[in-house]
């Protein structure tokens, strides 16, 4: 599915004495099968753009479509996409199959067939032997395999993953990287991933979409050429380097205005 943001804006609390423009003509063509990070300092409209795309909340102005490039034909937001969340969203009293398949129960899928299908899943994600675990008996990393498994058993043409290892430890978040790849990999979805780090950027996309300090906009958009699967020891390489340079140059401006903006709100 292709992803077309047109002039996008949201405002937050419009009827409110003081209204925050979050987005403000935020434009982009996220193409399909392609894993494109949105990348930028905090409070910058990142994840208000994310929940546009996915249908969550409803733009403030612009256009977004969303539209399948085989048949041309246009897909209301949030039907064929599916949110991965920096928190795990498990239900907590219940186990890792039946979370799996909680998407397809509600769906009415019978239960032999949702099963199967929860079990294939399940191996797919490297949680083969947990199927009965609570998620309290599992790790963050696990907590955040079960998520991905749950999202995917859906079968959607678009990934929305908003800093979905951000509460991960950094070995736990290395190998998630590495696992979201493969799945990218093998599975081809439309990814739009938000993250705060540079690196990961790098080590996942295949487009870095910069945005500027809120109001948020497109400032930049940087293509990462570099050939997968990536791993840790394509951070030592020339051309990461450069990548990593290129993108910290055009975000360290933002950021700086960002804190300036914070600084005059304490003193004022």
């Not at 920096?86 to 397809?104: K, T």
Request: include cysteine.
């Amino acid at each position: 599915m292709e992803i077309v943001a047109q002039n996008l804006s949201k405002l937050w609390g419009e009827d409110t004495a003081e209204p925050t423009l979050a987005v403000d003509s935020a434009t982009h063509h996220f193409g399909s099968q392609k894993f494109t990070c949105l990348l930028g300092p905090s409070g910058c409209g990142k994840s208000t753009l994310l929940q546009i795309i996915g249908g969550l909340t409803p733009s403030s102005g612009g256009k977004l479509e969303i539209r399948d490039p085989v048949s041309n034909s246009v897909i209301e937001p949030g039907r064929e996409s599916v949110m991965v969340w920096q928190s795990f969203n498990l239900f907590p009293w219940l186990n890792v199959m039946d979370n799996v398949s909680f998407g397809l129960k509600v769906s009415g899928v019978g239960k032999t067939v949702r099963l199967q299908k929860a079990q294939d899943m399940i191996d797919f994600v490297g949680l083969q032997g947990f199927e009965f675990k609570l998620p309290s008996q599992l790790s963050g990393g696990m907590r955040q395999r079960v998520s991905l498994g749950r999202a995917l058993i859906m079968d959607p043409a678009i990934l929305l993953m908003d800093e979905p290892f951000g509460a991960l430890d950094a070995q736990t978040k290395i190998v998630m990287q590495q696992e979201v790849q493969r799945l990218f990999l093998e599975t081809r979805k439309t990814i739009v991933f938000v993250t705060h780090s540079i690196e990961e950027s790098i080590m996942l996309a295949d487009e870095v979409v910069v945005m500027t300090a809120r109001p948020g906009r497109v400032k930049e958009v940087v293509p990462v050429d570099l050939p997968r699967p990536r791993t840790t020891s394509d951070i030592t390489k020339p051309a990461f380097g450069k990548l990593y340079e290129k993108i910290y140059g055009l975000i360290r401006d933002e950021v700086e205005k960002s804190m300036d903006r914070e600084r005059q709100q304490v003193g004022a």
